[in-house]
């Protein structure tokens, strides 16, 4: 079975704080994503990769930023978390560019920012 | 206008009953998905499909591309198919770009 691992399920940071959120998947899948979930606007993209070391904004970048230095991690960066990024964070994966792919969720990390 | 509708956004059913969750959309499309997410949980997909129709179970997913619609059918329904059921469609683009409809939250009570 596909299997995309995210660190934190739960975790509680303060106003100003470097907020890592990690994701695996083990199935070398080209395409990571990740994505935020508000109650009312449903999953919106934050940034995604079609490769190690590319990245592309989606519609939400603003305050985030991304790394993939191996194909199988796709890290998201918050540099200084605000309150309005307290959110439940869900990465995916799917198979490369050009392949329209199945969609592999983690289980979600539920940030909330003090 | 959204470009992924779902109809209705909330549904309660009685266990046993046979549920339509609907999905409409604006965009060209190349695969559409539906997903299941249960409170608390992760998102689990429970189809993907780009013509016809799909059945896993006692889920049935079909798909009408000239009509850009899909439905998503639960049979004898059962209180564990409580969940938000989530349509999403995969562009006509040059990467995996994915919109995801607001969801359609599901109660069945015993």
């Known amino acids: 079975d596909v299997k995309v691992t995210q660190s934190s399920r739960y975790l509680v940071k303060r106003t100003g704080e470097k907020v890592f959120l990690e994701c695996v998947q083990d199935m070398d899948h080209e395409n990571m994503f990740w994505y935020r979930q508000d109650p009312g606007l449903g999953l919106r993209l934050i940034y995604f990769s079609y490769d190690v070391k590319m990245k592309e904004k989606g519609d939400i970048p603003e305050g985030y930023s991304v790394s993939r230095e191996k194909k199988e991690r796709f890290s998201l960066i918050l540099e200084s978390a605000s309150t309005n990024q307290t959110s439940m964070y869900l990465c995916?994966?799917?198979?490369?560019?050009?392949?329209?792919?199945?969609?592999?969720f983690g289980e979600g990390s539920r940030l909330t920012v003090l | 206008k959204n470009e992924v509708e779902q109809s209705p956004q909330n549904l309660t059913a009685q266990e046993g009953e046979f549920i339509t969750i609907n999905c409409s959309y604006s965009v060209g499309i190349s695969a559409l998905h539906w997903l299941q997410q249960h409170p608390g949980g992760g998102i689990v997909s429970l189809f993907m499909?780009?013509?016809g129709k799909k059945k896993h179970g006692r889920l049935i997913a079909t798909i009408n591309i000239q009509e850009k619609h899909s439905s998503l059918h639960i049979t004898a329904s059962h209180p564990r198919d409580s969940a938000v059921y989530i349509c999403a469609v995969h562009l006509k683009t040059s990467y995996d770009k994915v919109i995801f409809g607001p969801g359609t939250s599901l109660s069945v009570i015993p």
């Open positions: 499909l780009s013509s």
């Open positions: 995916a994966s799917s198979p490369g560019t050009g392949i329209t792919g199945e969609l592999f």
